[in-house]
């Protein structure tokens, strides 16, 4: 069995109705994208995975003290930011960051065969999270960057069936990219400035 075969929930079995996105099943699948992080297999990623942790939290914790308006991603936020509260907009706001950041250094790396994991990562760090850390921050990353492990390690880690493992991977990263384009598409950060 390999990671996807046991991960609690997949990106491709997200509800997205009417491009809203079902909040339960995102973070349940978000979950999966810190587990991920262990197969990486360096305690470089702690902070990476601390963080994501955290923004799930305040997501969860909002969903929970408000659940009749927050059956989708979009509805919680909307209730929030009406309430002129931003605790649970802004984690989903730093945790879409941090699934752009992975989805584009995965795909990267799939489109890239001969490419090392800690080049695919150090790229993505660079056109998505980069320009929103202070350079104590980017010393973090760069050091977790560093300890990506060899491709051929990482793949192995996902599963004993490289084929299968590949059309997973292609699977999961196409429905997180959906997802990813729709929070962006969001602008979270011009609607928190609105309250």
């Avoid at 009417?18 to 995102?26: C, Q």
């Avoid at 984690?91 to 699934?99: M, S, T």
């Avoid at 929103?132 to 996902?158: Q, S, T």
Wanted: hydrophobic share 40%; with cysteine.
């Amino acid at each position: 069995m390999g990671f996807f075969d046991t991960a609690k929930r997949s990106f491709k079995d997200v509800p997205v109705t009417d491009g809203k996105i079902s909040t339960t099943e995102f973070l349940e699948a978000a979950e999966t994208v810190v587990q991920l992080f262990d197969v990486l297999g360096s305690a470089a990623f702690t902070p990476v995975q601390t963080d994501m942790t955290g923004n799930i939290k305040k997501i969860r914790t909002r969903q929970d003290a408000s659940p009749a308006t927050s059956g989708t991603l979009q509805d919680l936020v909307a209730s929030e930011l009406a309430e002129k509260k931003k605790t649970a907009t802004e984690g989903l706001l730093w945790l879409n960051r941090g699934l752009e950041f992975t989805s584009q250094a995965l795909r990267r790396n799939v489109s890239n065969p001969k490419e090392e994991l800690s080049n695919s990562f150090t790229d993505a760090y660079g056109c998505t999270l980069k320009k929103h850390h202070n350079f104590i921050v980017k010393g973090v990353f760069g050091v977790a960057m560093k300890a990506c492990p060899y491709r051929a390690d990482f793949y192995k880690k996902l599963g004993d069936d490289e084929e299968k493992v590949l059309a997973q991977l292609q699977e999961w990263l196409a429905a997180l990219e959906q997802i990813v384009a729709i929070l962006n598409a969001l602008d979270l950060e011009a609607q928190m400035k609105k309250i």
